[in-house]
C-alpha cells in the first residue's frame, strides 16, 4: 500500500524542484529555472530579482500542494543559501507562501539525500561500489557508498556551474585560458576531497548538468525524461561532448534541441566538472538518473 502523500522541495542555485506523490507513486514533479544563487559568489547576497523569480516558483508550488492531500511537506535549501547573507530574506518569504521554514541542509546531509535518492532508482544491482555525483549551481556532491549500507564517504564541494560560470567563463565562447582555469579549480577541489574517487566501480549522476548531457551523449530530437533516465553513456563520449559545448557560442547552444535555455550559459561549466571527476575515476561507463536529491528528500518523509 502506498504510504501517504507528501510534498518535496529542493531549492538549489539555479532550479527549485517539487514531488508531490504517495511514494513510490509520483503525482506531480516539476522544475523551474530561476538561478537563485545568481551573484552570490561574488555578492554573497541574495539578489532582488533571483528573490522574486523563486517566490514567483513558490507561488505555483503552493497552488499544486493545496490541490494535493499532502500531509508532510518538507523544503530543503541547498548551496545559494548557505552562502547568503540576506538568507533571512529567503526564509520569511517561503514561511509566508508554505507555512514551512526551509531546512538548510549541511553538505553531508545533501550528499546523502542525494545518494538515498539515486540508488533507489537504479535498475539493477550495481557493481560496487557506487559513486554518485551530483553537480548543482552553487556545488558538487560527491558520494561513495553501497545501496545496504549508504554512504560511506562523501564531499560537499564549492564547484557548481551558475558559481564556476560566472567566476571563470566570461567570454562567448570561453577562451582556452578562461577553461583551463576553470580546469584547475576544479582540479584544486578535487585534490583536497576525501572521497576516493578510483574506488568507485559504478558511477551514477544525478541533476540537471548530468541529465542534460545524457540527452546530449543520445543526441535526442527533443529532452526525454523516459530515454535520459538509467542512461548508460560511454565516458568516452562524455569527454567528447565537453569539449563540443564549450566551443559553442551562446546562441549555437540555444539551438540544441535538448538543452534547456535556462542551462545554455552554465552548462559548460557544468560538464567540466563531469569530466574531471570521471577522469579521476577508472569505469567505462556513467548511469544517469533522473531521481536525484529530491527523491532522497521525499523518501525521508515517508
Given at each position: 500500500?502506498?504510504?501517504s502523500?507528501?510534498a ?23 522544475m523551474?529555472?530561476?538561478r ?8 554573497g ?73 539515486a ?12 559513486l ?5 549551481g ?11 549500507d549508504g ?15 560566472e ?34 566501480a ?20 527533443a529532452?526525454?525524461?523516459a ?20 566551443a559553442l ?20 561549466a557544468?560538464?567540466l ?14 548511469v ?15
Amino acid at each position: 500500500m502506498p504510504d501517504s502523500t507528501v510534498a518535496a522541495i529542493d531549492c538549489g542555485t539555479n532550479t527549485v524542484k517539487l514531488l508531490i506523490g504517495a511514494l513510490p507513486d509520483v503525482d506531480v514533479r516539476e522544475m523551474r529555472m530561476v538561478r537563485l544563487g545568481q551573484g552570490v559568489d561574488a555578492t554573497g547576497r541574495l539578489a532582488d530579482e533571483a528573490l522574486e523569480r523563486t517566490f514567483a516558483a513558490l507561488d505555483e508550488y503552493a497552488a499544486l500542494i493545496a490541490a494535493h492531500d499532502v500531509e508532510r511537506l518538507r523544503f530543503c535549501a541547498t548551496s545559494a543559501t548557505r552562502d547568503a547573507a540576506n538568507a533571512d530574506v529567503f526564509a520569511a518569504g517561503v514561511r509566508a507562501r508554505l507555512g514551512v521554514d526551509p531546512e538548510v541542509v549541511s553538505g553531508d546531509e545533501e550528499a546523502a539525500l542525494a545518494f538515498d535518492g539515486a540508488v533507489r532508482n537504479l535498475r539493477s544491482a550495481p557493481a560496487e561500489p557506487v559513486l554518485v555525483v551530483d553537480i548543482g549551481g552553487g556545488s558538487t556532491e560527491l558520494v561513495l557508498g553501497t545501496p545496504s549500507d549508504g554512504p560511506g564517504s562523501a564531499v560537499s564541494l564549492d564547484i557548481g556551474s551558475v558559481r564556476l560560470h560566472e567566476r571563470h567563463l566570461h567570454t562567448d565562447p570561453p577562451t582556452a585560458a578562461e577553461v583551463a582555469a576553470c580546469v584547475a579549480d576544479i582540479d584544486a577541489h578535487l585534490d583536497r576531497s576525501p572521497v576516493p574517487l578510483a574506488d568507485a566501480a559504478t558511477v551514477v549522476g544525478v541533476a540537471g548538468t548530468v541529465t542534460t548531457v545524457g540527452a546530449g551523449v543520445l543526441d535526442l530530437a527533443a529532452y526525454d525524461r523516459a530515454l535520459v533516465d538509467q542512461a548508460e553513456l560511454a565516458v568516452d563520449d562524455v569527454h567528447g561532448l565537453a569539449g563540443r559545448l564549450l566551443a559553442l557560442p551562446h546562441a549555437e547552444r540555444l539551438e540544441l534541441p535538448w538543452l534547456h535555455p535556462g542551462r545554455a550559459d552554465v552548462i559548460g561549466a557544468g560538464v567540466l566538472i563531469l569530466d574531471r571527476v570521471l577522469r579521476r575515476t577508472g569505469v567505462r561507463t556513467l548511469v544517469v538518473s533522473e531521481a536525484d536529491i529530491l527523491d532522497g528528500i521525499a523518501w525521508s518523509l515517508v
